[in-house]
């Protein structure tokens, strides 16, 4: 190409662009609107960006008419996500800049909200001399600052103090949109916790306001985690979706959306139902999780019109929203080394000071010089004895083999059979029950044992071990286990505050062995951002594999794509065919499962 033709195509090029700058400042016909709407939503992967500059707020006349246009250039995942959050603190607050917190006002929150793990926890973590600690993501900082800006505004504007009568009218909620996220009462802790975690996540990538009902347990025994506000809500106040006729349940939501986008398919006028619903239940019939659509572009394309959305769930669904190809150009961008649910419960779901007290007492059991810690997560029904026995020998060879703990002065022949000979009763009587150190100098090498578990056996089968046959070198081992309750209780908030304090402390070991299939040792590993040593059941040649991953097991997930109006090419592939890194749940995990492939 010549100079010439090189000027003339400039020249054009200019002129396309004025026109359609001109052309945007128009005013938009309200059919045509629609009809825009809806075939932005069958462009799936269509990156989606604002006319507003990265980092400009908008004025107060355009802040209630920000237009969505597609990008021709993929946007910086980043700035779009930081900018989106912005325009929504914006228009929440009525087409006004935010003030910052005055710091008068910070102390005071600070002082009625304590949180000691939010300074500590980082340090405890720093501390470990076998694992390098994971650095702060200051992509996930800002873009969180962000977020808790927009959660002040609308907590502090709407202050939640809404009539049943009310929930339903768009006025009363001054611009802002909620997610309800309700983790399931009756599940363990870990399922809670990876599910909130799950929320708080799709809270950040939809600009919506995370709330948890005030009756959750979880929120009672984790810290406020947004400055300044509080993810609790009085349940009453807003008629949750089994007791009230204003949401709309999914099927209802998702009958809105087949009718609008079977219409635009026919090319006649969309229907406004599938965005005028104003709150919808999206969960899926037996309430274990966000239906199977839930993780379809289109949909969540058409969610940006319900202003209120209610979750329930005990799993953690996160993993499938890599999927959506929107939400994951923001993941990878945020975290990409992938250690999303890392950063997510390190920096937004800290245990409370109740948690965090009993935490340091143990610390303060210990040893003063500590080499190694290891843990130990054991899940298993105490009806089946004769595979809780193999599972002791199992630890104790992952131990031994991987050098985690220190050779016995006995063949390893005999203590597999002193696994399964020890008169526990007798040796009850000789050891104290919540820890024993075995003395020497302070020239060798120090290991704790953290035991998690709902039995003791291993416990004392292990102190008895090393107290009968200490290793030949002198090294010292300390074995210590909280609490053996034989039996899960559920729904107590002293249970709760006990199995985290049981997962902090196993966070913060070096190595850590984990039963498979249990969410307690998952959400255990990725606190600590720790590969675990998962106990082989299917096979006795080796006592364990290492686990690929630090994140967590998703394990109802539908494995087969099935999104109606999104990329047909996709349409019934199964979800790890799609992602290089979304794969199977590490094998002795839940079958059918998918998992996140972390990078260390």
Not at 147 to 173: A, F, G, W
Not at 261 to 287: V, W
Not at 529 to 544: F, K, R, Y
Request: with cysteine; net charge negative; charged share 20%.
């Amino acid at each position: 190409m010549g100079a010439k033709e090189l000027v003339i195509l400039l020249v054009c090029s200019t002129v396309l662009v004025c026109i359609a700058l001109v052309h945007n400042t128009k005013a938009v016909d309200l059919q045509a609107h629609f009809q825009e709407f809806a075939k932005e939503a069958m462009q799936v992967g269509a990156p989606v960006t604002s006319a507003v500059p990265p980092g400009v707020l908008i004025s107060e006349t355009a802040a209630s008419e920000v237009q969505q246009t597609d990008s021709v250039l993929p946007p910086d995942a980043l700035k779009d996500l930081t900018r989106k959050l912005r325009e929504a603190a914006f228009r929440a607050n009525g087409g006004k800049p935010v003030d910052p917190l005055t710091e008068t006002v910070r102390n005071e929150w600070h002082k009625n909200n304590p949180c000691m793990s939010r300074e500590k926890l980082p340090l405890r973590y720093a501390a470990r001399k076998f694992v390098k600690d994971l650095n702060v993501s200051a992509a996930w900082d800002a873009v969180f600052r962000e977020y808790e800006i927009l959660h002040l505004t609308c907590t502090t504007k709407v202050q939640l103090n809404i009539s049943r009568s009310d929930l339903h009218q768009r006025n009363t909620t001054s611009g802002c949109d909620y997610l309800v996220c309700d983790p399931t009462a009756m599940s363990g802790l870990g399922n809670r916790i990876l599910s909130a975690a799950s929320c708080m996540i799709y809270a950040v990538l939809t600009q919506r306001v995370l709330l948890l009902p005030s009756s959750s347990l979880l929120a009672q025994v984790m810290c406020e985690p947004f400055e300044g506000s509080s993810w609790k809500v009085n349940e009453a106040s807003i008629d949750l979706p089994v007791l009230s006729k204003f949401w709309a349940h999914t099927d209802q939501f998702l009958s809105a959306v087949d009718s609008s986008m079977g219409s635009l398919l026919k090319d006649t006028l969309i229907p406004n139902r599938a965005i005028k619903l104003h709150a919808t239940d999206f969960t899926a019939e037996l309430r274990f999780h966000p239906d199977k659509r839930f993780f379809c572009g289109t949909e969540q394309n058409l969610l940006r019109g319900v202003t209120w959305l209610y979750l329930t769930s005990n799993q953690y669904f996160l993993p499938k929203l890599f999927l959506i190809p929107k939400f994951r150009t923001a993941l990878e961008a945020l975290f990409p080394t992938r250690m999303v649910l890392t950063h997510t419960l390190r920096y937004s779901i800290l245990p409370g000071d109740v948690v965090w007290q009993r935490v340091e007492q143990v610390h303060a059991m210990q040893p003063d010089r500590t080499d190694r810690r290891l843990g130990v997560q054991i899940r298993t029904n105490r009806q089946f004895q004769e595979l809780h026995l193999v599972l002791e020998a199992h630890i104790k060879q992952c131990a031994l083999d991987n050098g985690m703990l220190p050779h016995l002065g006995l063949a390893a022949s005999h203590l597999n059979k002193s696994s399964q000979s020890t008169n526990y009763s007798s040796t009850e009587e000789l050891i104290p029950a919540v820890q024993s150190v075995i003395e020497s100098s302070d020239n060798v090498n120090r290991t704790t044992v953290f035991i998690a578990s709902l039995y003791n056996d291993f416990e004392l089968s292990l102190r008895s071990d090393y107290l009968r046959n200490p290793p030949a070198n002198g090294e010292n081992v300390t074995v210590v286990q909280l609490s053996n309750r034989l039996e899960q209780i559920l729904n107590s908030i002293e249970e709760d505050e006990q199995a985290l304090t049981e997962i902090i402390l196993l966070s913060l070991c070096d190595d850590i062995i984990v039963t498979p299939s249990s969410t307690f040792g998952g959400v255990a590993k990725a606190y600590g951002a720790l590969l675990p040593w998962v106990i082989e059941t299917q096979s006795n040649d080796v006592g364990c594999v290492r686990g690929p991953t630090v994140d967590a097991c998703y394990g109802v997930p539908a494995r087969y794509l099935s999104c109606l109006y999104d990329d047909p090419e996709l349409r019934g592939r199964s979800v790890v065919d799609v992602l290089p890194y979304l794969k199977d749940c590490f094998p002795g995990e839940i079958v059918g499962g998918i998992q996140v492939m972390t990078l260390q």
